[in-house]
């Protein structure tokens, strides 16, 4: 069957989860789920090659595929942005449940890449959300992500070290750099040579971010901030040094400390 020759070769190229890596590309192009694979039989391999090609080349599965699913949403990917997390979906969930009772709440999304957190507000928690980047690119594709779906984003092109949006907005949510210059070699390929470095290499973002939000947070709002699982503390502590209320741990899925929070006074 296609799946294994595909996952052969993938795993000949290293590629982490080659069998499962196999069955979205195939499935991708035959047009079914996954677990409909074994039951359609096989696939003409004219459009599989190809796309495992690409793959052994380690980029990331979501750009061989041109989308990756973020929550409720498909979302466009490319190597314009980072690939949407699964540790994000949990920022998103904290989000949600700290604008709970909220109509029509006003969020500011800082460094938005695919949009997937902005978007997931707008869909879930019906926010209307300002989402900015430091990347024009960044921002083409949130605005094309955001037109497929039929939701609503303001797109601001800024560096966050040159401010905020003005608000008050009724949260700030941030997943901002925090991969160190040194660690940049140890990061797998599809990060590494894929990935948009202006969006892992912490160059001081975090602690703009800290403390640019207090300008734009309306009284009691909070901030919410996805960080380096090893640095939650640490992010903590600026947090509370800063003057914010209320900070909090939140851990992903995988129970890593991965959301920092804390409220505005």
Known sequence: MIVERAAATLAEHGVP???VDAEWIVSHVAGVSRSQLALDGEVDDSG????VQRRT??????????HWGFRRLTLRCDARALVPRPETEAVVERCVELLRGRDAPRVLDVGTGTGAIALALADEAGARVVATDVSEEALELAGENAAQLGLELELVHRDVRDGLPPGP????????????????????PEVREWEPREALVDEGQTDAIVLAALAVLAPGAALVLEVHEERAAAVSATLRDAGYDDVAVTRDLAGRDRIVDGRRK
């Open 17 to 19: 989860d080659a069998r």
């Open 57 to 66: 080349l380690r980029e990331p599965l979501a750009h061989v595929l041109g």
């Open 48 to 51: 599989v090659w190809p796309l």
């Open 169 to 188: 907005f009724d949260l700030v949510v941030a997943n901002p750099p925090y991969v160190t210059a040194d660690e940049w070699e140890t990061l797998e």
